[in-house]
């Protein structure tokens, strides 16, 4: 059994899912892998449970009923995780946005390099690394961070960011039962709680892809809710 476990949620990702876990398994540092799958009706699962025989004692599957969303997979994973008792739990996307050599970067910065909460960045120093994304696309994420970090004074460069590393001991702390959020606004508010919870966070650079398998699960209710959902963070401040 590894120390760390990377979780990856899935819907409908059937063109990637196999490709992604050997290439995790495939880095140098052992990795385990947690799919998270929301019913995919494209065989997902069935890709993973076939997988899973090769691979028996790194690699497990969690299949939820329906189509949650993103943050109450991760939530489901982050219990499975704590069950276990993985040390570091990383959050990673199915479809090579997230490249798998970057996951040793993110478990060192916390091993060590002390860091409690390690994120994949795409806009360090204001620098952007993103490749085949719109410009549309680019300037809304871009400036949803700016905007975060105007609103809720964290330091943090790129607060949606969904590649992050946590220590156990910052998913021990945060109440993940009372997290509000399910798409991006998940991503800040988890960011958001570390901080008031004065974890020390880190970014690491790294060069964001956009997928070219699949298809995107971005919406515009996945975007009000982060826009107007950090304004209510900034209010409540950290409920308990």
Same mark, same amino acid.
């Given at each position: 059994?590894?120390?760390?476990?990377?979780?990856?949620?899935?819907?409908?990702? /059937?063109?990637?899912?196999?490709?992604?876990?050997? =290439?995790?398994?495939?880095?140098? $540092?052992?990795?385990?892998?947690?799919?998270?799958?929301?019913?995919?009706?494209?065989?997902?699962?069935? @890709?993973?449970?076939?997988? @899973?025989?090769?691979?028996?004692?790194?690699?497990?599957?969690? /299949?939820? $009923?329906?189509?949650?969303?993103?943050?109450?997979?991760?939530?489901?994973?982050?219990?499975?995780?704590?069950?276990?008792?993985?040390?570091?739990?990383?959050?990673?996307?199915?479809?090579?946005?997230?490249?798998?050599?970057?996951?040793?970067?993110?478990?060192? =910065?916390?091993? /060590?390099?002390? =860091?409690?909460?390690?994120?994949?960045?795409?806009?360090?120093?204001?620098?952007?690394?993103?490749?085949?994304?719109?410009?549309?696309?680019?300037?809304?994420?871009?400036?949803?961070?700016?905007?975060?970090?105007?609103?809720?004074?964290?330091?943090?460069?790129?607060?949606?960011?969904?590649?992050?590393?946590?220590?156990?001991?910052?998913?021990?702390?945060?109440?993940?039962?009372?997290?509000?959020?399910?798409?991006?606004?998940?991503?800040?508010?988890?960011?958001?709680?570390?901080?008031?919870?004065?974890?020390?966070?880190?970014?690491?650079?790294?060069?964001?892809?956009?997928?070219?398998?699949?298809?995107? $699960?971005?919406?515009?209710?996945?975007?009000?809710?982060?826009?107007?959902?950090?304004?209510?963070?900034?209010?409540?401040?950290?409920?308990?």
């Amino acid at each position: 059994m590894s120390d760390a476990l990377v979780i990856i949620p899935t819907y409908n990702e /059937k063109e990637n899912i196999e490709a992604i876990i050997r =290439a995790t398994f495939n880095q140098k $540092k052992e990795f385990d892998i947690l799919v998270v799958d929301d019913n995919s009706p494209d065989g997902t699962s069935e @890709i993973v449970e076939r997988l @899973i025989t090769e691979f028996p004692n790194q690699l497990f599957i969690e /299949k939820r $009923k329906g189509k949650n969303g993103l943050g109450t997979a991760y939530i489901h994973g982050f219990k499975w995780a704590l069950s276990k008792k993985y040390e570091y739990i990383i959050e990673m996307d199915a479809d090579f946005s997230h490249n798998p050599k970057d996951l040793i970067r993110l478990y060192n =910065a916390c091993t /060590k390099n002390n =860091a409690d909460v390690s994120i994949g960045s795409r806009y360090v120093n204001n620098q952007v690394n993103v490749v085949n994304w719109d410009i549309k696309r680019l300037l809304l994420s871009y400036f949803a961070s700016k905007y975060v970090r105007f609103i809720t004074r964290i330091p943090v460069f790129d607060t949606t960011a969904g590649f992050v590393c946590w220590n156990r001991k910052v998913l021990e702390t945060i109440k993940l039962d009372k997290i509000k959020f399910v798409g991006y606004a998940f991503q800040i508010e988890m960011k958001f709680k570390a901080w008031k919870h004065k974890f020390n966070i880190k970014e690491v650079s790294v060069v964001f892809t956009d997928r070219d398998l699949g298809t995107s $699960k971005m919406s515009g209710n996945i975007v009000s809710e982060a826009l107007f959902g950090v304004i209510k963070m900034r209010l409540k401040g950290l409920p308990k």
